[in-house]
Structures are given as C-alpha cells and as structure tokens.
C-alpha cells in the first residue's frame, strides 16, 4: 500500500509563472489536507477537502491560490502568478477519516525565481 | 490565529536522558490530539496521538500527557536515542480542521 505521494518534489518557477502541486492520497483515504511550510516555520493549514469538495479553505490566501480534489486523480493545489513569498515547501496528507491520524508526503519544494 | 502552540523551538538533551515537549492549546473544544515527527527533507510522520477523554497514552519509549484544564499536552520520550533527533510537531483536530503547532527541534546528544 503506497504511503502519500506528491510530485514533483522540486518546482522551480519564475515570478508570474504558474505551480502546480500534485497529491496522490493513501488508498481508501477520502480526505486530503494541504499545509505550507515557511522557512524556520511550522506548518500552517491551507486547506481541507474531500472528494470533489472543499470542506476548509480557511487557510488560504484569497487570491492566486486554488485547490481541487476530483472524482478521479490526484489533489491538485494550484498556485497561478506566483511569486517569491510563495517558495516554500508544501505537504499534503491524506486520513480515512476524522480523528485518524493523517499520513503526509514527502511535501513538494516551491522555489520561486 | 495560532491555536496550537510550542513554545520552545530548540530543545537539547543527552542520549539516555528523558525528553519533554510541550505544547498548548487555545481551544477547549479539540477533540483529539497528535504528535508527529520530521526529519529535514522529509514529510511529517505520525508518532502518536491521544482523545480529549483521557489523560495518558503510552508507547514503547513515547508516552502523551493531556491536562485539559490546563490546555496542555507533553510527549515524553525516554529513554532519548540520537535517532530522535528531529523537528517533533503537535497537531490537534476539531472535528475535521486539524492545526499544527510551529514545531520544536529536538536534538539528542551522544
């Protein structure tokens, strides 16, 4: 049973290019989780969804960013016009259900140029 | 709005020694608590977790301390191994919104 997998694992992008983030959940797992990790920060939630819902996105920025979780495919968290406050590194984790531990990815790494 | 905290960034301690760390909440209403452990390039992994109905949890060399009427929850780790050495991360959940403190990097001296 293949744990979380994200890719790519490394994204770089120009200023105003746009990122894709891709996150393939734990098979069975119906919830997917988005954080964002900042330099010598901790883990800050984006967002929260299950299948073809968005169920949190309160940790979103308004603008420029977007997240879906299809019927079918990965989780796709979409980051357009980047810039370079975006570079971070950005896990997703997945969970069968609510209050079972969430397994993570190995987290994308956004480098913004 | 940081409801879950670590206060301590840094922790150090001595192979052998015992490991606390800490972590407070604001929310009286989480329902069930997590710790998660990461090594540098590598994403979180679960290490052990506690309901908001019990006090203690306990496994092998990691135990969970829950105070609810203090907000507070500690991981034990004892006795500490150098492979601990990481950034140990407490999560909490309410209902289906789970929020992670800033992390605590301990270090485990030989």
């Known amino acids: 049973n293949a744990g979380v997998m994200q890719n790519p694992r490394h994204l770089v992008r120009r200023r105003g290019q746009e990122a894709r983030l891709r996150c393939s959940p734990m098979k069975g797992h119906s919830h997917v989780y988005w954080y964002r990790q900042l330099p010598e920060e901790g883990l800050k939630f984006m967002v929260y969804l299950q299948k073809e819902n968005i169920i949190d996105e309160s940790g979103m920025p308004k603008e420029r960013f977007s997240a879906e979780f299809p019927k079918e495919g990965p989780s796709i968290l979409r980051i357009q016009q980047v810039v370079r406050g975006d570079s971070a590194a950005y896990f997703c984790a997945s969970s069968k259900s609510r209050n079972t531990e969430a397994f993570f990815g190995q987290g994308t790494r956004l480098t913004v140029v | 709005d940081q409801q879950v905290k670590q206060n301590s960034p840094s922790l150090s301690v001595q192979e052998g020694r015992i490991s606390i760390l800490n972590c407070d909440y604001t929310n009286s209403m989480f329902d069930y608590f997590l710790w998660y452990k990461k090594y540098p390039a590598e994403g979180p992994t679960f290490l052990i977790s506690i309901s908001s109905i019990k006090d203690k949890n306990e496994d092998g060399r990691f135990t969970v301390f829950l105070n609810k009427s203090a907000k507070h929850l500690s991981l034990h780790i004892v006795p500490s191994q150098p492979g601990d050495s990481a950034v140990y991360f407490c999560?909490?959940?309410?209902?289906?919104?789970?929020?992670f403190g800033a992390g605590t990097r301990l270090t485990v001296k030989p």
């Open positions: 999560a909490a959940t309410l209902g289906n919104d789970m929020r």
